[in-house]
């Protein structure tokens, strides 16, 4: 059992979650599954080398994508939207600060860019293509703008996988707020809890929970599921892993 199952487990018991405790379900068996793109299904990893030589600490690429997420909470609080990669400019342009180094725009827009041509973590397309072979239906919702997530799925050779690219832009919230899930669910004409969102960051699953959908965590290193909510009842090392629980989960009637 991970350190995340651990604490979920003290904190809330071992019963899982499953979305039953949302809206009444309008389909049956399988629930359309809906995944999370950056660092669920895409690596960021590539970016930590030049985000290091831009600003000159090894953290940096850490930095930057904890205060992107902050500014993206900032912009759903206060009903300030702004696009996800305006954020990200934001934060490089605050890190530069914090950091005490000067960049000057076209780089910071350079750096930011690089989030476009991220490539599929290893256990990614295999594990897509076992639940596409299952029968299941996929599509993905991200905080990622629309002419973003494309270019993000297309360079990763994984577009093909998905019925449909979800992205915040229409309800112009970001998750983990409600909105976002319902507005997938509103689309697809299904209730919330005929989804699963599958996810490596725990407060993700977190929102898409409260919003009454199923969650399934992939627990990358270094990331943890939020222990005040409960634990999903699937969760795995990788995709491979928690698509296999997925499809003895999500039985037809």
């Known amino acids: 059992m991970t350190l995340a199952a651990t604490i979920a487990d003290a904190q809330i018991g071992s019963s899982p979650t499953t979305g039953s405790d949302g809206p009444a379900r309008k389909t049956k068996g399988r ?23 831009a600003y000159g600490r090894p953290d940096a690429l850490k930095a930057w994508f904890t205060t992107l997420l902050q500014y ?24 530069a600060r914090q950091y005490g180094v000067s960049l000057d725009p076209d ?18 397309k295999a594990g897509l293509e076992s639940l596409k072979d299952a029968g299941f239906r996929l599509v993905t ?51 919330t ?30 990331q943890e599921l939020y222990p005040l909510s409960p634990r999903p009842d699937v969760v795995g090392p990788d995709l491979g892993d928690v698509a296999a629980q997925i499809v003895k989960v999500e039985q037809p009637s």
């Open 31 to 53: 629930r359309i599954l809906m995944f999370d793109v950056n660092e669920t299904l895409l690596d960021l990893a590539p970016l930590k080398e030049p985000f290091e030589k």
């Open 72 to 95: 993206a909470s900032v912009a759903t609080l206060t009903g300030a939207y702004h696009p996800f990669g305006r954020l990200g400019i934001a934060a490089a342009e605050t890190t």
């Open 107 to 124: 780089a910071l827009k350079g750096l930011v860019s690089r989030i476009r041509t991220l490539p599929p973590h290893p256990d990614v």
């Open 141 to 191: 919702l991200t905080n990622s703008a629309p002419d973003a997530a494309e270019a993000q799925l297309k360079h990763a050779g994984l577009r093909p996988l998905f019925e449909k690219v979800y992205t915040v832009e229409p309800v112009k919230v970001f998750k983990p707020h409600p909105a976002t899930y319902r507005s997938v669910a509103d689309d697809l004409g299904v209730a």
């Open 193 to 222: 809890s005929d989804l699963r969102l599958i996810a490596a960051h725990g407060w993700d699953i977190a929102g898409a929970q409260a919003a009454g959908c199923a969650g399934a965590f992939i627990a990358r290193p270094g």
